[in-house]
C-alpha cells in the first residue's frame, strides 16, 4: 500500500454523480450548426486558416497555433465555413470571441492524412520519435488539459531544468455532477494508459500514478485491468474523496506529500500532472493522427435522461440539453460543476475543450442563498480551506479594499474552489469578494506599468527637448561663427520683400480666374421656388425634431 | 433571485441556527440551576431575552438596518441569555435590563453590530454593574437546603419587581456570598481553605449547587464540541491554564489556595470556558491564537480569583484578552498551502 498524504481542509458535498453513470457514453448526433471559437485553450487564440464560404473536411486545421502558448483548432465535421466572427462563447466577462461558424454537409468526410497541408501524421511510433516532433504533433492536434485549465499538453511537456520523478493522471474528478472522466475511464482506460506511456515517455518521467477517487470503483477497477494488460510499471492510485482534491496541487500533495511552492509549478518538484482525458486525447492525435475534434461531457442536473455524451466541439448548449430532456422548469445552465461552474448567458453559447459538465439548473435544484448576513468570524471558511489562508481576514480586506493586506495574506495563492463560501453560515459570496480583490489588484498593476511607462517617456521627452535645444543653441552658435567670419552677401533686403508681394498678387488673379462659377447661379425661377419649397421642408423638420429632443428632456 | 455566481450549494448552515444550538446547550446548566436555586434564574433570562430583542430592534432601526433581517439570528438573544445566567437571580429586574440594554446598545451596535464588535457584549454588561452597582450584583440565591428561609416563586417575583420581602425576612437570610466570595473573605480573616470548605456551602468539588450548574454547563459544552459549533482550543487552554495555575499555587500553600477542581467548577469558569470565551466574533481566527487568548484568560482568571480585589475573574479576563485578539491573530498566522516561510 502506498502511504497517502492529507491537504488541510476540503469539503464533502452531496456528490449527485449517480444519475448520469447509469449508461455509458453516447455518440451525440450532428448538429445542425457548429459554433467552433479560436480560442479554446489558455494561451493566444489561434489565427484563422478560412475564410467564410470555405469547403472544410474533417479535422482540417482551421485554426493555426499564433504565439509560443497557443494550440490549434480544427473543423470538427466537414461542410462549409458561413462566417468568421465574434460570438458569444463561455466566458465569465460575457464578452463575444472570434469563432467559425461551420454548417456540417452531414458527410463526415475526413482529411487525408497523407497531404503535407494537414501538418498531421498517423501511427507515430512513440517510442523511435524525437519527442520534440511528438510535442509539435500535440501542437497541431490542439491536445490541450481538458481537466478545465485547456493549458496546452505541448507546453507542459517540454524539458524543464529537473528531471520529471513522477507523472500524475488526474482521475479524481472531484466536483459534483460531473461524470465524463469516470465514464471515459470505465469505457477506454486502454487508451488512457497508452497516453499516459506516450506523456511518460516525452517527459522522461520516473513513476506513472493514476490518481482517482475512492467513489469511482468501475473506473478503478478499468483502470486497474488496463495496467494489469498493458504491462506497463503504472500504479492506479485510489484516493479519498473530497473536494477539491482533484486539483493538481492537493492531489499532488495526496500523492506525493510534496507540496508545489506558492508561484512554482509542479515541474519544479519533479511532478507533472495530466487529467486523463488529456491522456485519452494525446493517444488519439499521436497513434491515430486525430486531432481533438470532441470531448466527453455530462449532462446532467434537472433533466430528465442525465447522461455523458461524445459531443464535437463547437456543438450549442442547446443541443446537449435537448439530448439530455431539460425539465420544463430549467431556467438556466451552468458550464462546469455546482462549485466552480459558469452560468451560461444563452444555449448558444458553445461547448469547447474546456466545458466537461452542463448541468440544467432550477431554483429547486440550486436554491437561491438567503441574504447574507455580516461575517461572525467563525472559522469554518479557514477549516476547509484547501490553500491553507484565512478567507475571513481575506473576506474583511476585500471588502474594505484594503488590496495591499490582502495580497501579503496571500490572496493570490486563492483557487478559487468555493469551499469558503459552501460552508458560510452567513451565505456571503466569499470567492466573488476574492475574484474582485484580485482583478482590482491586477488591474492597479496594469495601471502601474502604464504610469510607469508614461512617467519613463516623459522623463524622455524632457530630455530630448533640452537635448535639441542644446544642439540648436550650439548650431546657432556654430552659425554665427562662420557669420561673423564671412561677409554677408549685398543684396536689398526692401527689394526681395517687395518683389515677393507681387508674386503673391499675381498668383491670386491666376487663382480668381480660374475658378468657375457656381452652379447655383444663374438660377431659373422655377428651381428658386424647388429650393424655396426644399428649405421650408428642412426647416420644418427641424422644428419638430428639437421639439420631440425637448420633449424628451422632459 | 437566483445565483450569478459559484458555488451554487451550500451547506444548509445559518448564524440563527448556530446561535440556537448554542442557547439549546445552555439548557442543562440552567435545568439544574432551576433545581438547585429555584425558578428566579428563569425570571432573569425571559427579562434579558426581551432587553436583548428589544434592543437590538430598536439600534437596527436607528442604523436603519433592515430590522426582520438581523433580528433572526438569535445573537442578541444568546447576549441577553449569558449576561442573564451572570449575574444575581433575586437582582431587582431593572439590573439585568439595564446590563443588556448596555450590552447590546453600546457594547454591539455602537461598535457596527453583529460580528464587529471588539469586545464580549455580555461580559461588558456584567463589567458595568459589577462597577455601578455593586451592591445589588452579590445577592446571590442560597441553594435549596441551606438557609433558613426559602422564598416561594411569587416572593421572589414580588421582590424582584417591587423590592417588597415578606414580613420578618431580611435579604441576608434568604441571599449569600458566593464560594468564591466566602473563600476570599474568609482567608483574609485568617482561617484555612479546609476550615472554610467545611461551611455548609461548600459540597464536593465547589460551592453547593453551584456546582451542578457548573456541570451542566460542561455537559452543554461537550455537546458544542461534539457538534463542532466550537473546537477544542479555547476550552482546552482556558481550563488547563486554569486547572495549573490553582495547581502550583495549591500544591506550594493548601491552606491558602483552593483546589484546581474548586476553581473548575466555581463561579462563570465553564460558562466561560465553553460558553463565554468561544464567542467566535471577539475571540481570536487562528487555532494557536485560539490557545494564546484562552490560556491568557484561564491565568488572568486564577489571578484576579486568588490576588485581585473581584470575587471571580471570568468578566475581566474576557475583555482584557479581547483586547489582544487583534495582535494574536496577526502573529499565529498559519503557514499557507506551499509557503513554508510564516506570513506577516
Known amino acids: ?554 | 433571485m437566483s445565483a450569478l455566481f459559484s458555488p451554487f450549494i451550500s451547506k444548509p448552515d445559518t448564524v440563527s441556527r448556530i446561535m440556537l444550538r448554542v442557547l439549546l446547550a445552555l439548557l442543562p446548566g440552567i435545568a439544574l440551576y432551576v433545581w438547585h436555586f429555584g425558578p428566579a434564574i428563569l425570571v432573569s433570562i425571559a427579562l434579558a431575552s426581551l432587553t436583548a430583542l428589544g434592543t437590538e430592534a430598536l439600534m437596527l432601526k436607528l442604523r436603519n438596518r433592515p430590522v426582520m433581517h438581523f433580528i433572526g439570528d438569535n445573537s442578541a438573544l444568546l447576549t441577553g441569555w449569558l449576561l442573564a445566567l451572570s449575574i444575581p437571580p433575586l437582582a431587582p429586574w431593572w439590573l439585568v435590563v439595564v446590563g443588556t440594554a448596555f450590552a447590546i446598545a453600546i457594547a454591539k451596535h455602537l461598535y457596527g453590530g453583529l460580528g464587529n464588535n471588539p469586545f464580549n457584549p455580555a461580559m461588558i454588561g456584567y463589567a458595568v454593574l459589577i462597577i455601578s452597582f455593586p451592591a445589588q450584583m452579590t445577592h446571590w440565591l442560597t441553594p435549596h437546603g441551606l438557609g433558613p428561609i426559602e422564598l416561594g416563586f411569587l416572593e421572589q417575583l414580588k421582590y424582584i419587581f417591587l423590592g417588597a420581602l415578606p414580613p420578618n425576612v431580611t435579604l441576608d437570610a434568604v441571599t449569600m456570598a458566593t464560594p468564591l466570595d466566602t473563600l476570599k473573605t474568609r482567608l483574609h480573616l485568617d482561617e484555612s481553605v479546609g476550615q472554610i470548605f467545611e461551611m455548609p456551602i461548600y459540597g464536593r468539588l465547589a460551592g453547593q449547587g453551584s456546582e451542578m450548574v457548573s456541570l451542566g454547563f460542561l455537559l452543554g459544552g461537550l455537546y458544542l464540541l461534539a457538534a463542532r459549533i466550537i473546537t477544542w482550543h479555547i476550552p482546552a487552554a482556558f481550563l488547563g491554564t486554569l486547572f495549573t495555575a490553582a495547581g502550583i499555587f495549591h500544591l506550594a500553600d493548601p491552606t491558602h489556595y483552593a483546589a484546581p477542581l474548586f476553581h473548575w467548577f466555581s463561579g462563570a469558569a465553564m460558562l466561560g470556558a465553553f460558553f463565554i470565551l468561544t464567542d467566535p466574533v471577539t475571540g481570536p481566527t487562528t487555532n494557536k491564537g485560539k490557545l494564546i487568548f484562552a490560556a491568557g484568560a484561564g491565568l488572568l482568571t486564577y489571578l484576579i480569583r486568588a490576588f485581585g480585589s473581584f470575587p471571580d475573574g471570568m468578566a475581566f479576563a474576557t475583555l482584557l484578552m479581547n483586547i489582544c485578539v487583534p495582535l494574536i491573530v496577526l502573529y499565529t498566522q498559519p503557514p499557507v498551502f506551499g509557503k513554508k516561510e510564516k506570513r506577516p
Not at chain 1, 145 to 165: E, H, M, Q, S, T
Not at chain 1, 224 to 246: D, K, M, W
Open chain 1, 1 to 554: 500500500m502506498r502511504t497517502l498524504y492529507q491537504f488541510n481542509g476540503g469539503i464533502h458535498p452531496p456528490e449527485n454523480k449517480e444519475p448520469s453513470t447509469q449508461s455509458g457514453i453516447a455518440r451525440a448526433p450532428l448538429p445542425s450548426k457548429l459554433v467552433i471559437p479560436f480560442r479554446q485553450h489558455a494561451g493566444a487564440a489561434a489565427k484563422p486558416m478560412v475564410r467564410a464560404g470555405d469547403r472544410v473536411l474533417k479535422g482540417q486545421l482551421i485554426g493555426m497555433p499564433d504565439g509560443f502558448i497557443s494550440s490549434a483548432v480544427h473543423a470538427s465535421t466537414s461542410g462549409t465555413i458561413a462566417a468568421i466572427g465574434a460570438q458569444p462563447i463561455a466566458h465569465p466577462s460575457g464578452l463575444p470571441d472570434l469563432c467559425a461558424t461551420l454548417i456540417p454537409d452531414g458527410r463526415e468526410e475526413w482529411i487525408t492524412h497523407a497531404a503535407p497541408s494537414t501538418s498531421l501524421r498517423t501511427g507515430f511510433d512513440y517510442r523511435n520519435s524525437d519527442p520534440a516532433e511528438l510535442r509539435q504533433q500535440l501542437r497541431m492536434s490542439g491536445v490541450v488539459g481538458l481537466g478545465g485549465a485547456v493549458f496546452p499538453g505541448d507546453i507542459k511537456l517540454r524539458p524543464g531544468n529537473r528531471k520529471i520523478d513522477t507523472l500524475i493522471l488526474n482521475g479524481a474528478e472531484c466536483e459534483p455532477y460531473i461524470t465524463c472522466d469516470d465514464m471515459l475511464m470505465r469505457e477506454r482506460a486502454t487508451e488512457i494508459v497508452q497516453g499516459a506511456a506516450m506523456l511518460r515517455f516525452m517527459l522522461e518521467a520516473g513513476e506513472v500514478l493514476i490518481g482517482i477517487e475512492d467513489n469511482k470503483p468501475q473506473a478503478i477497477a478499468a483502470m486497474r485491468q488496463a495496467v494489469t494488460e498493458s504491462g506497463l510499471p503504472f500504479e492506479v492510485v485510489v484516493v479519498p474523496t473530497i473536494y477539491p482534491g482533484g486539483s493538481a496541487k492537493q492531489l499532488i500533495r495526496v500523492l506525493t506529500g510534496l507540496e508545489v511552492p506558492s508561484g512554482k509549478l509542479p515541474t519544479d518538484i519533479g511532478v507533472q500532472c495530466f487529467n486523463v482525458a488529456t491522456a485519452y486525447s494525446a493517444y488519439r492525435a499521436l497513434a491515430h493522427g486525430e486531432p481533438v475534434l470532441s470531448r466527453i461531457i455530462t449532462i446532467t442536473g434537472n433533466v430528465r435522461r442525465a447522461q455523458n455524451f461524445e459531443v464535437l466541439l463547437g456543438t450549442p448548449v442547446r443541443d446537449l440539453a435537448a439530448l439530455g430532456e431539460a425539465l420544463p422548469d430549467t431556467d438556466r445552465y451552468l458550464m462546469g460543476g455546482p462549485m466552480m461552474g459558469l452560468p451560461l448567458a444563452s444555449t448558444d453559447i458553445p461547448l469547447v475543450k474546456a466545458s466537461n459538465c452542463i448541468i440544467a439548473a432550477s431554483d429547486k435544484l440550486f436554491p437561491p442563498a438567503p441574504p447574507a448576513l455580516p461575517c461572525i468570524r467563525c472559522m469554518r471558511c479557514a477549516e476547509v480551506c484547501p490553500a491553507d489562508l484565512q478567507p475571513m481576514d481575506l473576506f474583511w480586506f476585500s471588502q474594505s479594499k484594503e488590496f495591499d493586506k490582502a495580497q501579503r495574506f496571500s490572496l493570490f495563492d486563492c483557487i478559487e474552489c468555493g469551499a469558503c463560501s459552501y460552508v458560510c453560515p452567513s451565505h456571503i459570496p466569499l470567492v466573488q469578494y476574492f475574484q474582485f480583490a484580485k482583478s482590482e489588484i491586477r488591474a492597479r498593476e496594469q495601471d502601474q506599468q502604464a504610469a510607469d511607462h508614461a512617467r519613463e517617456r516623459h522623463e524622455f521627452r524632457e530630455y530630448r527637448f533640452e537635448r535639441e535645444k542644446q544642439e540648436k543653441a550650439e548650431k546657432l552658435a556654430a552659425r554665427e561663427q562662420a557669420a561673423k567670419q564671412a561677409p554677408a552677401p549685398s543684396a536689398n533686403p526692401a527689394d526681395a520683400m517687395q518683389q515677393k508681394i507681387q508674386a503673391a498678387i499675381a498668383r491670386a488673379r491666376e487663382q480668381a480666374a480660374a475658378s468657375q462659377p457656381k452652379n447655383t447661379e444663374n438660377l431659373t425661377a422655377q428651381q428658386r421656388a424647388e429650393i424655396a419649397e426644399i428649405e421650408a421642408r428642412r426647416a420644418h423638420i427641424h422644428e419638430l425634431a428639437k421639439s420631440a429632443g425637448e420633449h424628451k428632456k422632459e
